[in-house]
Nanobody, 122 residues
Framework: QVQVVESGGDLVQAGGSLRLSCTVSGLTFADLNMAWFRQSPGKEREGVSCIKWHGRNRYYTDSVKGRFTISRDNAVNALYLQMNLLKPEDTAMYYC???????????????RGQGTQVTVSS
C-alpha cells in the first residue's frame, strides 16, 4: 500500500522560513523523480519544484527561485522543501508528487497525500 505523508506546514510571517518534509512508503523511492506542487482555493495547481531520482537535477518555478531549495534523502525515503523569504503569495496547501516527469507537469501523479498547509501573513 502506497502512503505519501507531507508535514512541516505552519503559519509564519512574511520573510520567515519553513521546511516541508514528505515521506513515501510502498514505492521504490530511490527510482522516482519527486516534486512539490501547491494549490490555493480558487487557483490552479502550480508545480513548485522537481528533483530527479539521483538528486543531481533540480528545477524550480520562477516565483520561488532563489528562495526555495528541494532536496531528498533516498536512504530514508524522504523529500524536503526548504522555504526561505516566504511571501503571502506562497500561501497554499503543499503536496509532494512521487513519480512525476520533471520535464513535464510536476503535479501529474497517481499518488497523493493529504498535503500540508503553509500560511504566510503579511
Amino acid at each position: 500500500q502506497v502512503q505519501v505523508v507531507e508535514s512541516g506546514g505552519d503559519l509564519v510571517q512574511a520573510g520567515g522560513s519553513l521546511r516541508l518534509s514528505c515521506t513515501v512508503s510502498g514505492l521504490t523511492f530511490a527510482d522516482l523523480n519527486m516534486a512539490w506542487f501547491r494549490q490555493s482555493p480558487g487557483k490552479e495547481r502550480e508545480g513548485v519544484s522537481c528533483i530527479k531520482w539521483h538528486g543531481r537535477n533540480r528545477y524550480y518555478t520562477d516565483s520561488v527561485k532563489g528562495r526555495f531549495t528541494i532536496s531528498r534523502d533516498n536512504a530514508v525515503n524522504a523529500l524536503y522543501l526548504q522555504m526561505n523569504l516566504l511571501k503571502p503569495e506562497d500561501t497554499a496547501m503543499y503536496y509532494c508528487a512521487p513519480g512525476v516527469n520533471c520535464d513535464g507537469s510536476w503535479y501529474q501523479t497517481i499518488y497523493r497525500g493529504q498535503g500540508t498547509q503553509v500560511t504566510v501573513s503579511s
